[in-house]
């Protein structure tokens, strides 16, 4: 049987404050298991001790109670994060480095060198779109290019378990969709996804369980779909229904025990129709400029 | 960012086996560090002050060129000394705490790298600033002795044409005695040894400082005492007739300061004192000794700081 | 805090250890002709705060060198208390630097001194050779102490030779001077040859300067300059010198034709 890709038991971690009686206690017997290969969502609001616990995982942060394991081996040690990846909330990196030389120290760190590593590196940035920012320093990147850069840099080693802190915070819809499609390719390969964040409708999208903190507990957890399924509702998506057929669908559930709670008309998403709109106009942009005659 | 196909991402490669020690991290974190330092602008700014007091000790002195070399030889060598014992707490100061404050800490520390190994790494990255700086600084002090000395010997001799041959043998072996001495290049390494002792102690000093500025502030203190320490030292070692709490002072300054007066040998070497192999090798001996004991001692406090 | 409170109490440790170690290499550095200064409040009165702190900072050198460089000023202004005061305080800095004992001797005991001897403010003879006097023996103390802190360097025993031969015309004091100098590792070459010279100056001791003289004028022509020759013939014209053991008379100089 293969050991789960993170493992919480009974994690509790109290911070002291100086000069004050009373701790926080940031995580309290907080129980986890996420098995290799899927996405798992650790939700919860600020201060809920989401941070905490990633930290604890990647062994940055001590336990005051309780363990924590990665396939396996306890996260204290050192070797657990050889086949990890981590992106952290709003990119922690050194702007006086270049896109290269950034992913270059992280796979140094991880063991690569020589030709593999500069052969990851050159995936790596075409893969990210910051082939052409290369040579760029990260203190000039956007706040995008830094999304992406720390992607990048997160899969130098070919991570088994992906750690992913607020990967959408502060993207842009399309960047945001990117590397949500990147996070279910990532699935299909068998690597397990671990991310933290608080846009619950990104994450509604891509996780398959996902545990909701709330001042340091579990307050829920489990599949997303049997989490947010209603019991005793059904929805019914039909196209092209005509008047007659929507009376007598109504006066079917009438004249049943059930209920008819709500009748309104689909939506499409915001995100999807902002996609559309950008996609089409670019694309109407650059036919018009191809049917401009030459001057 | 193209994911539309399979195809489009690497395939999953297993990760490289961890290895428990690897100087390869090491290196990657001394290269980044010096890096990092080097691309500091203070760091320019400070480097071309030096070079430019090296270079302007010539106009120093007009009155004879034992005057003129000798204040060149202590202006070049005091340069040196100044800039890389600033250098290295000031930069060292830095390392840590702004690794933490920005948070670049958390990417390299989730990578498979041993807290001994980041702040052997760090070290390593500022020893090796200090040591291109002090390299490029006697590269210029030598040359413009080099050249002074030559243009003293050109005047010689064609102001002693004529003269007796040891005469003037006499008088180019008191320039060449005035000039350049082999014995400056144990004095220039004991002044990067100092340095390096300064750095290892002020990153042991911001492994428990909260900021940068509270680091410098008490190295700063620490680099005073520690050039009165050998004063405290015979002083308690002789002294019996002083108070209780005086010579539990005195031992404190004692034993916990390092004696910087041990690494001040260039003064006398400037003057044409020669160091003796014996003497440079334990300075150097107990140099490295400290050195090691401050970063082993940082890595061992850094190891249980929350980040 | 638990490990700052562990790594000072390492340091405490670590500093028995180190202890002994420093100890024992301060000695050497002392004994080595290192470490020339006493840190202490007479030096800090001495040199005013600024300095105290430089000088304890490692740049002792750097601040002798500022008080070298105000002391050539207060030359240019002949203001000899000052250049004596600024003169004791490089030399307490750096005691193994021979220019400045050099310097400092030179300063009190040529210039000085001359100025003393014309100082037109004063008209009694008799107290401005006093005040002559008196700046030759500061210079003389200069070196003296000099040659204390620096017993095996020639130039300072040199200099202390041309002070006793030019101002005091103490001609023994002069040869012996040059012959402690000659006898060190790196003297000037001429160092034997003004020993003896200064020698043959002295009364009573002309056998003894006449035998250095012709050990000098044996070794060869490079020793064979006029002065030596002039020596030489005068002491064997003193001493009664056989004629078959004189110097010949035709090899005066070097380079010359024979008669």
Not at chain 1, 181 to 198: A, P
Not at chain 2, 277 to 297: Q, R
Request: proline share 4%.
């Amino acid at each position: 049987m293969t050991d789960p890709a993170v493992t919480v038991r009974d994690l509790t971690k109290v911070f002291p404050v100086p000069w004050r009686r009373q701790s926080v206690v940031a995580v309290s017997n907080l129980n986890l298991r996420i098995e290799p290969g899927e996405v798992y969502g650790l939700l919860g609001p600020n201060g809920s001790g989401k941070s905490t616990t990633l930290k604890i995982i990647l062994g940055l942060v001590s336990p005051t109670r309780g363990c924590t394991q990665i396939f396996g081996e306890d996260s204290r040690r050192v070797q657990s994060r050889q086949a990890v990846g981590f992106l952290p909330e709003n990119p922690y990196f050194q702007k006086f480095l270049t896109g290269e030389e950034t992913l270059r120290f992280a796979g140094r760190l991880c063991g690569l060198g020589g030709a593999q590593l500069n052969k990851r590196i050159d995936e790596l940035l075409e893969l990210v779109g910051l082939n052409k920012a290369r040579k760029r320093r990260l203190g000039t990147y956007s706040k995008g290019m830094l999304q992406r850069i720390g992607l990048a840099q997160a899969l130098i080693n070919h991570p088994r378990l992906v750690v992913l802190d607020e990967p959408t915070a502060g993207v842009d819809p399309a960047g945001s969709r990117e590397i949500r499609d990147l996070i279910v390719d990532l699935k299909r390969r068998g690597i397990t996804v671990l991310l933290s964040s608080h846009l619950l409708a990104q994450a509604q999208e891509i996780c398959d369980r996902v545990g909701i903190l709330a001042e340091g507990a579990l307050v829920r957890e489990g599949h997303l779909q049997e989490l947010i399924a209603i019991e005793n509702q059904t929805e019914l998506v039909i196209a092209d229904a005509s008047a007659d057929l929507l009376r007598e669908i109504e006066s079917v559930i009438n004249r049943s025990s059930a209920k008819l709670v709500e009748r309104r008309k689909s939506t499409t998403t915001l995100e999807r129709l902002f996609l559309e709109a950008t996609q089409n106009g670019a694309t109407r942009l650059r036919g018009e400029q191809n049917d401009t005659p030459p001057q | 960012m193209k994911f539309s196909t399979r195809e489009d991402l690497p395939c999953t490669e297993t990760a490289p086996r961890h290895r428990p020690f690897s100087s390869g991290r090491i290196l990657a974190i001394a290269s980044n560090t010096l890096t990092e330092l080097i691309r500091l602008r203070v760091f320019y700014a400070l480097l071309v002050f030096a070079l430019l007091l090296i270079g302007s000790s010539i106009f120093m002195a007009q009155l004879s060129f034992q005057q003129e070399f000798q204040i060149l030889k202590d202006v070049a060598l005091g340069a040196m000394s100044i800039f890389t014992s600033v250098l290295a707490i000031v930069a060292t100061a830095r390392l840590i705490p702004q690794d933490l404050e920005d948070r670049t800490v958390y990417t390299i520390l989730a990578r498979p790298v041993p807290r001994l190994e980041y702040v052997v790494g760090k070290i390593v990255g500022v020893l090796a600033l200090l040591g291109i700086s002090i390299l490029v600084m006697s590269v210029a002090f030598v040359l413009v002795m080099y050249g002074r000395e030559q243009a003293v010997v050109r005047v010689t001799l064609r102001q002693m044409a004529g003269a007796p041959p040891d005469q003037v043998a006499d008088a180019l072996r008191a320039i060449r005695a005035s000039a350049f001495n082999v014995n400056l290049f144990p004095g220039i390494l004991i002044v990067y040894l100092k340095a390096c002792l300064l750095a290892a102690l002020t990153l042991f000093v911001s492994t428990f400082a909260s900021t940068n500025i509270f680091t410098i502030v008490v190295m700063a203190f620490v680099y005073f005492i520690s050039h009165l320490e050998a004063t405290a030292r015979e002083y308690w070692l002789q002294e019996h007739g002083s108070g209780l709490v005086t010579r539990i002072f005195l031992a404190l300054v004692a034993l916990l300061f390092p004696d910087l007066q041990e690494f001040n040998l260039v003064d006398d070497i400037v003057a044409g004192t020669a160091v003796s192999l014996g003497l440079f090798l334990k300075t150097a001996a107990l140099g490295v000794f400290y050195i090691t004991i401050y970063t082993l001692l940082a890595a061992w406090v850094f190891y249980g700081k929350e980040l | 805090m638990t490990r700052i409170a562990g790594a000072l109490a390492i340091l405490i440790a670590f500093g028995a250890i180190k202890l002994p170690i420093e100890h024992s290499l301060d000695a050497q550095r002392r004994r080595e002709h290192f470490a020339g200064v006493q840190f202490n409040l007479d030096l800090r009165e001495k040199i005013g705060q600024l300095g105290f702190v430089a000088a304890l900072s490692g740049f002792r050198a750097i601040v002798a060198d500022a008080l070298f460089i105000q002391a050539f000023t207060a030359w240019e202004r002949t203001e000899w208390g000052r250049i004596l005061l600024l003169f004791r305080h490089i030399t307490t800095l750096q005691p193994r630097v021979l220019l400045f004992w050099d310097t400092a001797a030179w300063q009190m005991a040529w210039n000085a001194s001359v100025a003393a001897m014309n100082d037109l403010r004063q008209p009694r003879l008799a107290l401005r050779v006093r005040a002559q006097r008196e700046y030759f023996a500061l210079g003389r103390d200069f070196l003296e102490r000099g040659i204390r802190n620096n017993p095996d360097r020639p130039e300072l025993y040199e200099a202390l030779a041309r002070l006793y031969k030019e101002k005091y015309r103490d001609h023994a004091r002069a040869a012996e001077y040059y012959a402690k100098a000659a006898a060190l590792p790196g003297a000037a070459s001429f160092d034997r040859r003004f020993a003896a010279y200064e020698l043959s100056y002295c009364e009573g001791r002309e056998r003894e300067a006449y035998q250095q003289l012709r050990q000098l004028y044996d070794e060869g022509p490079q020793q064979r300059l006029p002065t030596l020759i002039a020596r030489l013939k005068f002491l064997e014209k003193r001493l009664g010198i056989p004629p078959r053991q004189r110097i010949p008379e035709e090899r005066t100089a070097p380079g010359q034709q024979t008669p």
